[in-house]
């Protein structure tokens, strides 16, 4: 199986922080991987640092390119859709205008889309900022998924969204799951079994921990490394 | 009440102008966070692109050609100058801040050295239609044509922005970008194409208006520090719309037009009270940022 992300000792010093510190973790082909760890610990620096969003040192490399002095805008065309942390859907543009600006491809899957969330067809003229935070994480997958994107990296997709959002979220993003190589920064171990192939447990900025995701079961190992009984 | 009407009316043409003047700077930096302190050298520059050609190049032309020859000049030339300062001083220095000021005003003074050593410091006449000096004669008001000039390039490219900004794609990536730039360049588009572009569109309107101040508020001449004087009020108008909202600069040119024109009318002839204008202006300023510190409009385009 191909490595469609590889990620090695990748150093992230922002404002006199070093924040990650060696992180270093393969993603194959097809695979869902889960990154995993307590607040603070670098996971979302280590996505932003992935789609070039943060200066960075090492070496990243992304569907067998080495991507490590791109500018953000060639990796996400190399294929990587992007779910940021926080939704990051514009709040003054319509939901048409968000999908609109996330078109890369001659032929977007706005069926497919709106499928998945019926939903967003009947608010494509609602300003996006007006949407509540489940429909606007509706947006932000929906963005990512329009162009049928080979890789997919996401942020705590489940973030502040109520428990049924969550399921029905998850439900999309195990459909997607199916065609799509993922990383995903959860905190929700249910998503995350739901999900995942594998997890890898961030702490310090270094990856401790790489394992199949039934590691999660193993109370002991999860109490050490996420502070949490599993 | 006919003094009145004049007065508004030519209020609202200045306020095109400064328009004008501060779209293109509330775009730049709206999205780019440049705060553009050669704008006003794009001014002077499409003022003198439009001189030189309609003295020179086309004199043969009749005068309505001839002058819209200048106004495309004037275009032409602020929009090109700033897409080469973007390319060429300001790309290299994007999140230095402190940089991008100093090579901007560094910028501005050795190009208004060079105009001052090539055409001298006194102002230079452009030649114009005269029936830019006459007056539209409607009931009892009298309404400079120039001034009708002003107000419809004013309106034609508050429209015409207005039209890009929401309906091309361009316009959205721009809207987007003064909102969340990592998040555009995350969705696969290259910002930097944008930033050339609204600098390019920038500096085509301040072309424009460095060309209409001269043409309806300084006797058709043109002089090589024309530009900065209007940047000031450029500036103000930026600050009080609230930067990065071309409706706020609409609204705040209006404003500022209105309270300048008319503390000049009413006031500035009592001694002592010659700049009352100008003053009217920086205490309109001071009032908004009292009520509003982001300005009228601020964080929206």
Redesign the interface.
Known sequence: MSTAIDISDLHVTIGGSHILQGVSLQVASGEVVALLGRNGVGKTTTLRAL???VPRTGAVRVRDQDVTRW???RI??LGVA?V?EDR?V????TVG?NL???E?VAAPNYDGVYELFPELRQRTRQRAGTLSGGQQQMVAVA?ALL?EWPVLVVDEPSKGLAPRLVSELTDVLARVSATTTMLVVEQNLAVVRRLAQRVVVLDHGAVVHQGPVADLEDARLMRQLLGVSA | MTVLADLTFSAVALSAVYFLAASGLSLIYGLMDVLNFAHGLFMTLGAYAAWDLTTHLTTQLSAPLNFAVGVVAAILAGGLVAGLTELWLIRPLYGRPISQILITIGLDLAAVGLLLGGFGSNSLSMPVPLWLFEATHWGSLNLPNADFVALIAGVVVLVGLEWFLRRTRYGIIIRAGVENRDMVRALGIDVGRAFTLVFVLGGAMAGLAGLLNSVVFSGDLVSPLQGDGLLIFAFIVVVIGGLGSIRGSAVAALLVGVVQDFSNYYLGTHPGMAEIGNLSVVLLLAVVLEWRPRGLFGGTL
């Open positions: 789609m070039g969003l500018p953000p805008h996400a065309r992007y940021p990051d514009f709040s003054a543009l205008e609109r600006l996330a890369q963005r162009n």
